[in-house]
């Protein structure tokens, strides 16, 4: 008999606008989960009503969880994803390329910004002269997911990009005991990519230069090992799939409609498709991509664990800096007295 295990980022939209936003979405087996299922969670990760630091819930934090690998200050992604990108052990921090963005007084954070691996390896080649005999050394094995490695992992808790993006930054700088040094490593990296001729030509084309670092997701190796917890992992963040190859698990892209294969055990499923399109501030898009959620996922899952081929269906939801977590089983379905409610009637509260 198979399980299913669903994670969703970004269900459940401010009160103030979520009535707008959701008004004549079509979601009935996505809503009788959430009225059906039963509520269940940790105090770890902040499951049901307790509310948490943004990065405790992030979906870094939570992957780890759901893999077995201990966060004592940060989620240990760079790593994992230092490993899949083929760099091999160390102590690392990632250190995506980002644009910097003055509005309204405040400096807000675009990250995924459009870059050549050749530009990559030229800023990176910068970055390495200057900070030589520093203790740090740059990579950039893929275009946007730079690393630097370094001689020991600094005492300093940071946020991740996807929890920085499209926000102020003041307020999500490292923190902690190193804190002080790595603001100025921060401000020095502004500095010089400021006159790199890579940014230089950048803006001539019209493109956003490559203005920041962000630093995230410290670790070692050898202590961020994930787990076998999981028998398949399907996902459409590369996150999840960096866990599921460190820990030996098959994976497979997000496809538009869950099929239901003749595959037991315990199957995980990463959605982050709302995340997507709340950053970039498309509700249109956030509306269209629930509803093809709807349709694709919820509504087979829901037929299939009313018929019995699937034994159990946990539903994580995470949110800011809040998470619900449910758990059905096949008698749920069949619990009509909990009558379901709009999307827009929910919260993480």
């Given at each position: 008999?198979?399980?299913?295990?669903?994670?969703?980022?970004?269900?459940?939209?401010?009160?103030?606008?979520?009535?707008?936003?959701?008004?004549?979405?079509?979601l009935p087996a996505?809503?009788?989960?959430?009225?059906?299922?039963?509520?269940?969670?940790?105090?770890?990760?902040?499951?049901?009503?307790?509310?948490?630091?943004?990065?405790?819930?992030?979906?870094?934090?939570?992957?780890?969880e759901l893999f077995g690998v201990p966060c004592r200050t940060d989620a240990p992604v760079a790593p994992i994803s230092a490993a899949f990108d083929g760099l091999g052990e160390g102590c690392w921090l990632r250190?995506?390329?980002?644009?910097?963005?003055?509005?309204?007084?405040?400096?807000?954070?675009?990250?995924?910004?459009?870059?050549?691996?050749?530009?990559?390896?030229?800023?990176?080649?910068?970055?390495?002269?200057?900070?030589?005999?520093?203790?740090?050394?740059?990579?950039?094995?893929?275009?946007?997911?730079?690393?630097?490695?370094?001689?020991?992992?600094?005492?300093?808790?940071?946020?991740?990009?996807?929890?920085?993006?499209?926000?102020?930054?003041?307020?999500?700088?490292?923190?902690?005991?190193?804190?002080?040094?790595?603001?100025q490593v921060f401000n020095e990296i502004q500095m010089l990519l400021f006159a790199h001729p890579v940014n230089e030509d950048r803006e001539a084309r019209g493109e956003l230069p490559i203005n920041s670092?962000?630093?995230?997701?410290?670790?070692?190796?050898?202590?961020?090992t994930p787990q076998k917890n999981y028998d398949s992992v399907s996902s459409d963040e590369v996150l999840a799939g960096m866990f599921a190859s460190a820990a030996g698990i098959p994976f497979a892209g997000w496809s538009g409609q869950w099929r239901d294969e003749e595959r037991n055990g315990r199957q995980l499923l990463v959605w982050t498709g709302l995340r997507r399109a709340l950053q970039q501030g498309d509700l249109g898009a956030w509306r269209a991509a629930l509803q093809d959620f709807e349709t694709g996922y919820a509504q087979p899952l829901w037929l299939a664990l009313r018929a019995g081929k699937i034994s159990q269906l946990q539903v994580d939801i995470l949110g800011g800096d809040r998470a619900r977590r449910l758990l059905l089983n096949r008698a749920d379905t069949w619990a009509f007295w909990r009558r379901s409610r709009p999307l827009a009637g929910c919260s993480l509260v």
């Open positions: 008999m198979k399980s299913f295990h669903l994670v969703i980022t970004d269900l459940f939209l401010p009160n103030d606008f979520a009535t707008e936003v959701c008004a004549g979405l079509r996505l809503e009788k989960m959430l009225a059906r299922g039963a509520s269940t969670g940790s105090a770890r990760t902040g499951f049901g009503s307790a509310r948490m630091d943004v990065s405790d819930v992030s979906l870094e934090n939570h992957l780890c250190a995506d390329p980002a644009h910097l963005r003055l509005q309204r007084e405040q400096m807000v954070l675009l990250p995924n910004v459009d870059i050549s691996a050749d530009e990559a390896g030229q800023l990176c080649a910068a970055l390495n002269g200057n900070f030589a005999g520093q203790g740090m050394e740059f990579f950039a094995p893929h275009p946007q997911r730079w690393y630097v490695r370094l001689d020991k992992l600094p005492d300093i808790v940071t946020v991740p990009l996807s929890q920085a993006a499209g926000r102020n930054v003041h307020d999500l700088l490292p923190k902690g005991v190193e804190a002080l040094r790595w603001h670092l962000w630093f995230w997701g410290g670790g070692c190796g050898v202590n961020a």
